[in-house]
């Protein structure tokens, strides 16, 4: 069976910067977006990772310029490539306090999302909102419990965004039972879908999925010193 190319661009945020033209290329809509935010932090990162997210664009397709490219919203607020640019190229964005990822594929469920252990906590609340009732026994066996919640969590929020609709879905309608033995990375393969979950020493947890595929896929990852 021919395999099918997935691409994850990883962007760490430290030594970062960013000037004038780089910013140019941002729309209008991206820039009101970016002064919204509270903490100067937030608003350099998410400029970050949309002035990468265009160039990563254009790197697979150069004959677009990187301040050309325009977004739509879908119903539920994610961001598409515009129908004008005759491109059937899906990506998706996560980002925390420290990284962004961006999965890129042809298929156009596909989602991704990255959490910082060091910064989260989880509730009681939190488990009932988010684990099933098979997940809360593997749970409460779990000796690194927050590693495991998060875990979850980051896959469940991938796949929800793969769907396009976010958390618009209770997360506890998804459900991953196998993963007791998850310690640095683990695929899972469905019928139609296909997650990755990977833990780095610096206490991150990025989950990616790809769903209602039957195709083959070959995972490749990248940095920014690829562009």
Request: proline share 3%.
């Amino acid at each position: 069976m021919k395999s099918y190319k997935l691409d994850i661009w990883h962007i760490p945020f430290e030594n970062l910067s960013f000037d004038a033209g780089s910013l140019e290329s941002l729309s209008q809509e991206e820039k009101t977006k970016a002064n919204n935010f509270f903490k100067d932090k937030d608003r350099e990162n998410y400029i970050f990772s949309h002035i990468y997210l265009r160039q990563i664009l254009t790197h697979y397709f150069p004959w677009v310029k990187q301040e050309e490219w325009v977004f739509t919203l879908n119903a539920y607020g994610r961001p598409e490539l515009s129908l004008k640019h005759k491109i059937s190229f899906y990506f998706n964005l996560s980002h925390s306090t420290k990284r962004a990822y961006i999965i890129c594929s042809s298929f156009p469920l596909c989602g991704i999302d990255v959490e910082e252990l060091n910064e989260l906590e989880y509730s009681p609340e939190l488990l009932k909102m988010v684990l099933s009732e098979e997940e809360e026994k593997i749970f409460k066996k779990a000796s690194n419990k927050k590693k495991l919640f998060f875990a979850y969590w980051t896959l469940k929020e991938a796949h929800l965004k793969a769907l396009g609709r976010g958390l618009s879905l209770s997360p506890k309608e998804v459900n991953f039972q196998d993963l007791d033995a998850f310690e640095k990375e683990l695929y899972l393969k469905g019928e139609n879908s296909f997650y990755g979950l990977f833990y780095t020493q610096e206490e991150c947890l990025m989950s990616f999925a790809v769903l209602e595929n039957k195709k083959e896929l070959e995972v490749s990852f990248f940095s920014i010193e690829d562009l």
